[in-house]
């Protein structure tokens, strides 16, 4: 919370941050497996191609390593730039990087290296950023500058996982020696971990870099394995053929307290679930009626959605997170479906309408958003569901592919400024000529004190127009065997799933 006030005073002040010195230990020993519960796409091994799903951290924190990202210490928490600094009016940008930092294959990482992927950078909101920028130098071998066209007060918000991909740095010289469809092949980075392996839908492995800048990872060897029921999961930490085991579901919680060798983290989450209409914008669609997503989203029970699909998880009314200074807080609407009922009557539905198809998010999620459907049912909106797999859903919504249809989706960025920015411009399923007109003034406002009351009104006009329907924040309930010492996830709250890898130990 405190770097997050920070960062209010810092767009006038450009206040320095900097980071630490690499902390030696023992050699790292021993191998740890995961059993997740999604697939990892070949696209996520390589930052230009990343994505904003929280899936893609896993690679990105495993492999690689950025300017800034969060870590238990902060949500800025300085990486290969030690610190960085910026104009008044937010136009020019300076990180001075970390002096002896080396990528896996023995190359130094320097200011080309940054320049070259902040240019080489192709995925969420690359052509908005690229847009905005004049000119990215290399002053020196340790320093960076980048001046845009425009202020550009929430940069720093884009370099974090959840929004872009852009501040993560690949060694120049070797991606251009091999080639992108290589480098993805083979990735190297300047993560905690070099690549070993890696089988689509299968598993990810991991062998430990030792002359990681931070520190020597503990752990040798990581193997991370797709096993997509939740069962087996858990029953790959019993027999121990897994360590560890994300995303158990309520059922199993009983099962796991019986067993003396299992422990049980519920760690919360930056997520925040919602229910996006892309035909909102389409005169002959029912989704165009004000009532008829009012409806939808009184139909749902966000509080049996929440117990049931994600223990310690509550109902929400918007996405802006608990301490974001920035963010909105909106009471959720009520479980109320005969109100739901008369809205539907009203805008000309009294036997409820089809409202085309539906994808439930993707994977272990499936049975969230069927969930969701299914309140819908009992007033009458009926959807054809369509599962998806992670990748595909990911793919699909960024090329904009869903149109036509309704869709279960997540916010990942840990900022309401980047949840939004996700929202507007992925997939460009449509907006509002006034929030745009908001949203665009919020962009180039450097003013800490206007830039909250642009920001608050686009988040009221969100909730106004039922843009999206709000449902449920999320934990990361994960299960651990004996072998496994502490909470390895105490990555920012923000980021499940994901941890500081060098950080996480095996009991001796």
């Given at each position: 919370?405190?770097?997050?006030?920070?960062?209010l005073f810092l767009i006038i002040?450009?206040?320095?941050?900097?980071?630490?010195?690499?902390?030696?230990?023992?050699?790292?020993?021993?191998?740890?497996?995961?059993?997740?519960?999604?697939?990892?796409?070949?696209?996520?091994?390589?930052?230009?191609?990343?994505?904003?799903?929280?899936?893609?951290?896993?690679?990105?924190?495993?492999?690689?390593?950025?300017?800034?990202?969060?870590?238990?210490?902060?949500?800025?928490?300085?990486?290969?730039?030690?610190?960085?600094?910026?104009?008044?009016?937010?136009?020019?940008?300076?990180?001075?990087?970390?002096?002896?930092?080396?990528?896996?294959?023995?190359?130094?990482?320097?200011?080309?290296?940054?320049?070259?992927?902040?240019?080489?950078?192709?995925?969420?909101q690359s052509k908005l950023i690229?847009?905005?920028?004049?000119?990215?130098?290399?002053?020196?071998?340790?320093?960076?500058?980048?001046?845009?066209?425009?202020?550009?007060?929430?940069?720093?918000?884009?370099?974090?996982?959840?929004?872009?991909?852009?501040?993560?740095?690949?060694?120049?010289?070797?991606?251009?020696?091999v080639g992108d469809a290589a480098?993805?092949?083979?990735?190297?980075?300047?993560?905690?971990?070099?690549?070993?392996?890696?089988?689509?839908?299968?598993?990810?492995?991991?062998?430990?870099?030792?002359?990681?800048?931070?520190?020597?990872?503990?752990?040798?060897?990581?193997?991370?394995?797709?096993?997509?029921?939740?069962?087996?999961?858990?029953?790959?930490?019993?027999?121990?053929?897994?360590?560890?085991?994300?995303?158990?579901?309520?059922?199993?919680?009983?099962?796991?307290?019986?067993?003396?060798?299992?422990?049980?983290?519920?760690?919360?989450?930056?997520?925040?679930?919602?229910?996006?209409?892309?035909?909102?914008?389409?005169?002959?669609?029912?989704?165009?009626?004000?009532?008829?997503?009012?409806?939808?989203?009184?139909?749902?029970?966000?509080?049996?959605?929440?117990?049931?699909?994600?223990?310690?998880?509550?109902?929400?009314?918007?996405?802006?997170?608990?301490?974001?200074?920035?963010?909105?807080?909106?009471?959720?609407?009520?479980?109320?479906?005969?109100?739901?009922?008369?809205?539907?009557?009203?805008?000309?539905?009294?036997?409820?309408?089809?409202?085309?198809?539906?994808?439930?998010?993707?994977?272990?999620?499936?049975?969230?958003?069927?969930?969701?459907?299914?309140?819908?049912?009992?007033?009458?909106?009926?959807?054809?569901?369509?599962?998806?797999?992670?990748?595909?859903?990911?793919?699909?919504?960024?090329?904009?592919?869903?149109?036509?249809?309704?869709?279960?989706?997540?916010?990942?960025?840990?900022?309401?400024?980047?949840?939004?920015?996700?929202?507007?411009?992925?997939?460009?399923?449509?907006?509002?000529?006034?929030?745009?007109?908001?949203?665009?003034?919020?962009?180039?406002?450097?003013?800490?004190?206007?830039?909250?009351?642009?920001?608050?009104?686009?988040?009221?006009?969100?909730?106004?127009?039922?843009?999206?329907?709000?449902?449920?924040?999320?934990?990361?309930?994960?299960?651990?065997?004996?072998?496994?010492?502490?909470?390895?996830?105490?990555?920012?709250?923000?980021?499940?799933?994901?941890?500081?890898?060098?950080?996480?130990?095996?009991?001796?």
């Open positions: 919370m405190r770097m997050r006030k920070a960062l002040s450009g206040v320095v941050f900097s980071g630490s010195a690499k902390v030696t230990a023992a050699p790292p020993q021993g191998l740890l497996k995961l059993a997740i519960h999604f697939s990892i796409s070949a696209d996520w091994l390589d930052p230009a191609t990343g994505s904003h799903s929280i899936s893609c951290h896993l690679p990105l924190y495993l492999f690689h390593d950025a300017l800034l990202k969060p870590m238990p210490g902060g949500m800025y928490t300085p990486g290969l730039a030690e610190s960085w600094t910026f104009s008044p009016d937010c136009k020019v940008y300076e990180f001075k990087l970390r002096e002896g930092v080396k990528f896996h294959n023995g190359d130094p990482l320097t200011a080309d290296d940054v320049v070259f992927s902040f240019w080489r950078y192709k995925a969420h690229h847009s905005k920028t004049d000119k990215v130098e290399a002053v020196n071998p340790y320093l960076v500058r980048i001046h845009f066209k425009e202020p550009f007060p929430d940069f720093l918000e884009y370099l974090l996982p959840g929004a872009t991909t852009i501040g993560w740095i690949v060694p120049k010289k070797y991606v251009e020696k480098f993805k092949r083979n990735p190297v980075g300047a993560g905690p971990y070099k690549f070993v392996e890696f089988l689509a839908g299968v598993r990810v492995v991991a062998e430990a870099f030792e002359d990681y800048w931070r520190k020597v990872p503990s752990i040798k060897r990581m193997e991370f394995y797709t096993v997509s029921e939740t069962s087996s999961r858990v029953n790959r930490v019993k027999t121990g053929e897994a360590d560890i085991a994300t995303s158990i579901q309520e059922v199993f919680f009983a099962e796991i307290g019986k067993d003396p060798n299992l422990r049980l983290i519920k760690s919360m989450s930056g997520t925040r679930w919602t229910v996006f209409f892309t035909t909102q914008w389409d005169p002959k669609s029912p989704w165009s009626d004000l009532r008829v997503r009012q409806a939808a989203s009184f139909a749902i029970d966000r509080k049996t959605l929440a117990e049931v699909q994600s223990p310690g998880s509550y109902p929400i009314g918007s996405i802006g997170l608990k301490d974001d200074p920035l963010a909105i807080h909106i009471p959720p609407d009520p479980y109320d479906p005969e109100k739901a009922k008369k809205l539907l009557a009203e805008a000309g539905y009294p036997k409820g309408f089809h409202g085309g198809k539906f994808y439930p998010s993707e994977g272990t999620f499936w049975p969230y958003g069927e969930q969701v459907a299914n309140y819908w049912k009992a007033v009458g909106i009926n959807v054809d569901t369509v599962l998806l797999d992670r990748p595909a859903v990911t793919a699909l919504r960024e090329g904009g592919k869903m149109k036509g249809g309704t869709f279960v989706d997540s916010v990942a960025s840990p900022t309401i400024g980047g949840a939004l920015s996700y929202r507007f411009v992925a997939g460009s399923y449509g907006n509002y000529p006034d929030i745009v007109a908001l949203w665009e003034q919020f962009k180039k406002e450097v003013r800490p004190a206007a830039r909250k009351d642009l920001i608050g009104r686009v988040q009221e006009l969100i909730d106004e127009k039922k843009m999206w329907i709000p449902l449920t924040s999320q934990t990361s309930p994960a299960v651990l065997g004996p072998r496994v010492k502490g909470n390895p996830f105490r990555i920012q709250p923000h980021l499940h799933f994901s941890a500081p890898f060098e950080d996480i130990e095996l009991v001796n």
